[in-house]
């Protein structure tokens, strides 16, 4: 195994996805068993109540260097990702989503950016050279671009996508950034990338491909007045200098 690369941490929220994990794991292990690299995987379960747990556990023997770390109870996305950061001992901390619906080989486009300077790469739908080809169901692709307006004049100009469940860090702006968050659901992304500005850190917002993938777990109407709150929430929970 290459010491040269730097080791490689990937956080997977997961609620409720006993359908879509398998695959996923498959997928993952198979492109990071082709590289010379070290890695790990956590798997961090967001208080399930289905067969999530017993199906990342059953793939340990196959990822061997997967651990599960589990909530208590269904605390959202957010604090599902800030625990499996916490945990991380990667020196790129990469977070993904169970249903991988950016496919694990944009690694390498998030990483190309990192290494030319940025803190953070995020993957984006919202510029061009995303491609698509299993798009959203269209409200959710029109709330997605409302979401973004609201976003850009409150709180991040110039960042076309904050939702896209695949970003990258340096460990240490992780680490700098992830203990303030506040935001437990949906809304944490928002959160991670106004702070990680306001901390000075870059950010590159990099084009890749993206499927839907069936089995979501935002609740447009609840999820969507929550991130919306939330907007107003991390601006008074982050005043000051
Ligand atoms: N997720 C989570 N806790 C929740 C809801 C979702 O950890 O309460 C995870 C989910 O398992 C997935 C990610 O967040 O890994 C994104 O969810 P989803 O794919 O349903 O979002 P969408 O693609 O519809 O935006
Ligand atoms: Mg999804």
């Known amino acids: 195994m290459s010491t040269s690369q ?37 798997l961090v379960d967001d208080g399930s109540s289905d067969r999530t747990v017993e199906i990342a556990r059953g ?5 061997g260097s997967m651990r599960v770390l589990k909530s208590r109870c269904n605390l959202g996305k957010g604090a599902a990702v800030r625990q499996g950061i916490a945990a991380a001992r990667g020196d790129l901390i990469l977070f993904s989503d169970a249903d991988l619906s950016t496919p694990i080989q944009e690694l390498a486009q998030l990483e190309k ?23 959203q169901p269209f409200y ?7 979401f973004n307006r609201l976003v850009q004049v409150i709180i991040l100009p110039g960042i076309h996508d904050t939702q896209c469940g695949f970003k990258l860090f340096k460990r240490p702006i992780a680490r700098a950034v992830f203990p303030k968050l506040t935001i437990n659901g949906f809304g944490f992304d928002v959160e ?6 306001r901390s000075g850190g870059r950010i590159a917002e990099i084009p890749v491909e993206w499927h839907n993938a069936r089995g979501s777990k935002v609740s447009p109407l609840r999820d969507a007045l929550r991130m919306l709150t939330d907007l107003f929430r991390i601006r008074m929970r982050h005043r000051g200098p």
Do not use: C, H, W
């Open 6 to 42: 730097p080791k490689l941490s990937i956080v997977i929220p997961a609620y409720n996805e006993e359908l879509r994990l398998l695959k996923t794991l498959q997928a993952i292990d198979e492109y990071l068993s082709g590289l010379p690299r070290k890695y790990e995987i956590i």
């Open 59 to 63: 793939f340990t023997p196959v990822l």
């Open 113 to 135: 950016a990192v290494q030319e300077g940025a803190d953070v790469a995020i993957g984006s739908r919202g510029i061009s050279g995303a491609r698509v080809p299993t798009r």
């Open 140 to 146: 959710r692709e029109l709330m997605g671009k409302i």
């Open 192 to 197: 991670t990338l106004y702070l990680v500005r």
